[in-house]
């Protein structure tokens, strides 16, 4: 290939592609909403718990995101230990969510 083809061809894959900066404002946004989503979902459980009423729900919609995230890492990363962090806070959002339904449904 001439050197005009490979440049035409980086180019052309350049707009298809978001560049470094791109991904790292992505990522830190990433990492602002799912911190936000937990303090806020901790400030939701506090009142809950104040008032008696099941906090359940709030505490899987915590693990999941923690879960997922530790998955996310795993699977990138090729790291055990992420994945097995990734099960352990999925198993606790599913008895959690279960914990959740359970108290919905013994409410009524």
Not at 5 to 21: A, G, I, M, S, W
Not at 68 to 75: D, L, N, Q, T
Request: aromatic share 12%; net charge positive; glycine share 6%.
């Amino acid at each position: 290939m001439n050197r005009n083809k490979v440049l035409e061809k980086v180019q052309n894959d350049k707009k298809h592609h978001p560049d470094e900066r791109e991904m790292q404002i992505m990522q830190k946004g990433s990492g602002v909403s799912v911190f936000c989503m937990l303090v806020f979902a901790l400030i939701l459980m506090v009142v809950k718990i104040c008032t008696n009423q099941p906090w359940y729900d709030l505490y899987s919609l915590m693990f999941v995101s923690i879960a997922s995230i530790h998955f996310y890492k795993g699977i990138k990363l090729k790291e055990k230990h992420e994945l097995a962090y990734g099960i352990l806070f999925g198993a606790l959002a599913f008895l959690a969510l279960g914990s959740a339904i359970y108290e919905y449904l013994t409410m009524a």
